[in-house]
């Protein structure tokens, strides 16, 4: 096992991994931004170094500031949590350079899965369903409508380094192609560093499901199964649940073994998340993979007992699936609610400072947070204040408990999504759980649209 870890991440995931830490008896390094100096996760690690000014380019991405902070103190390794370094294939290349384990996957991995056409053939040859669409990347606006036009419209153009909906288009018309290419491509630029982008057939109605990963340095991939992750807005989730209100068993082992073996054949180690869109038919298509921990991780870990973080670290520490964990079995329904310091009307971001803060508890509540009393939310990160997470026997046990801790959760001084979750949780058809990824605009539209 590691002697020392550094945790290069902020909020409640650098503190659930210093928890995980702490269990395994490992020694932390808190790296922080002159904006988070007061931040639990800098009070409760071992140590702590300041790596830049407040603006994450210049501290939680500035790759020299955080390896030199590993080198002066001596850590055998560093976990980059989820965002940030997370999927970054040269920041992995330079742990390796520098005799530091990077606590995922490995570089040439993150590379094959996290470009999304390659991670597109990478599915397609191990016999996962793929939307229909272009081969590649396609550069050339004449070339691209093209294929559109061969597909069909809708389309979908999407940006091929990226995720979270930057560099995404729908396009359901011929004459509103070029447009949307051009502004596909140019924020993909500008947001990845890489313009290119591939041609998608859009699927109708579509629901969002993605199954939990991990993998061993031994060629094990085990399945955790699936969550739910369709209750978004602006391709952004904001609540997740497992299992899906619509998987059946059959379907749920056809494709988690189709995953797992996909994942051997790239040699994929870590934890990880595959993600497919359902259609209205009830069939599944491979869109992406994330090559890390996911926000969402609490509701698997919930419904199976696993500690998929403390795992995490243990493989890559270079232990054996089965050393680690029981072969996964699911217990109940867990589902997650994101808390973002946004309007909940109009999803405007909401820092400042927290002047009352009271988390839920009872039976079935977990809560991740890095929020306090006084606490400030910085403008110049993710809008996430906190995870609550309920589990029940069966789905409606945990939206009941959930409905309960949502309306003891207080968090005054910010506006919060608390009061758009308990819209949510109350909605007939969520409830029924007949919804999909348009859901949330159909149903709680942001004020003045």
């Known amino acids: 096992m590691f002697r020392k870890i550094l945790i290069a991440n902020r909020g409640e995931i650098a503190l659930r991994v210093l928890s995980a830490c702490r269990e395994l008896g490992v020694r932390t390094v808190a790296v922080y931004s002159e904006a988070d100096r007061n931040a639990l996760h800098v009070r409760f690690a071992d140590e702590a170094v300041c790596i830049g000014p407040p603006r994450g380019a210049d501290s939680y991405l500035n790759i020299p500031h955080v390896i030199s902070a590993a080198e002066i103190t001596n850590v055998d390794a560093i976990h980059p949590g989820y965002g940030f370094l997370s999927e970054n294939a040269n920041f992995a290349e330079v742990c390796d350079a520098s005799h530091i384990t990077f606590i995922g996957p490995t570089p040439e991995v993150i590379r094959v899965m996290g470009e999304k056409d390659r991670a597109r053939q990478e599915a397609a040859a191990a016999g996962l369903p793929i939307i229909p669409g272009s081969p590649g990347n396609v550069d050339d606006e004449q070339a691209a409508l093209k294929i559109a036009g061969d597909i069909g419209f809708p389309v979908m153009i999407k940006a091929s380094a990226g995720g979270g909906g930057r560099g995404m288009r729908e396009v359901n018309r011929r004459e509103e192609f070029s447009k949307a290419f051009q502004t596909a491509r140019a924020e993909a630029q500008q947001a990845f560093g890489d313009p290119s982008v591939y041609i998608e057939k859009r699927i109708m109605s579509p629901r969002h499901i993605e199954f939990q990963v991990m993998g061993d340095k031994f060629g094990n991939v085990w399945h955790f199964g699936e969550r739910e992750c369709t209750i978004q807005r602006r391709h952004q989730k904001l609540l997740e649940e497992s299992p899906s209100p619509v998987m059946d068993d059959g379907t749920r082992q056809k494709i988690g073994a189709l995953v797992t073996e996909a994942l051997k054949r790239v040699g994929y180690s870590s934890a990880g998340t595959v993600e497919f869109l359902r259609d209205a038919d009830g069939s599944l298509y491979f869109i992406e993979m994330n090559t890390r921990i996911q926000v969402e991780h609490p509701v698997t870990e919930m419904v199976t007992g696993a500690d998929l973080v403390?795992?995490?670290?243990?493989?890559?520490?270079?232990?054996?699936?089965?050393?680690?964990?029981?072969?996964?079995?699911?217990?109940?329904?867990?589902?997650?609610?994101?808390?973002?310091?946004?309007?909940?009307?109009?999803?405007?971001?909401?820092?400042?400072?927290?002047?009352?803060?009271?988390?839920?508890?009872?039976?079935?509540?977990?809560?991740?947070?890095?929020?306090?009393?006084?606490?400030?939310?910085?403008?110049?990160?993710?809008?996430?204040?906190a995870k609550l997470i309920a589990h029940g026997r069966d789905r409606a046990e945990a939206i009941a408990r959930m409905q309960g801790a949502l309306d003891g959760f207080v968090i005054e001084g910010i506006r919060t999504t608390i009061p758009l979750h308990r819209k949510i949780l109350a909605d007939p058809d969520f409830i029924a759980g007949r919804f999909d990824t348009g859901f949330l605009d159909r149903r709680f539209a942001p004020a003045g649209k």
């Open 310 to 385: 403390k795992a995490q670290i243990r493989v890559a520490a270079g232990e054996r699936l089965e050393q680690i964990l029981d072969p996964p079995e699911f217990r109940g329904h867990a589902i997650e609610c994101r808390i973002n310091a946004e309007d909940p009307d109009t999803f405007a971001p909401s820092p400042g400072r927290i002047t009352a803060f009271r988390v839920p508890g009872g039976p079935g509540i977990r809560v991740d947070t890095a929020m306090y009393y006084d606490a400030v939310v910085p403008p110049y990160y993710d809008s996430l204040v």
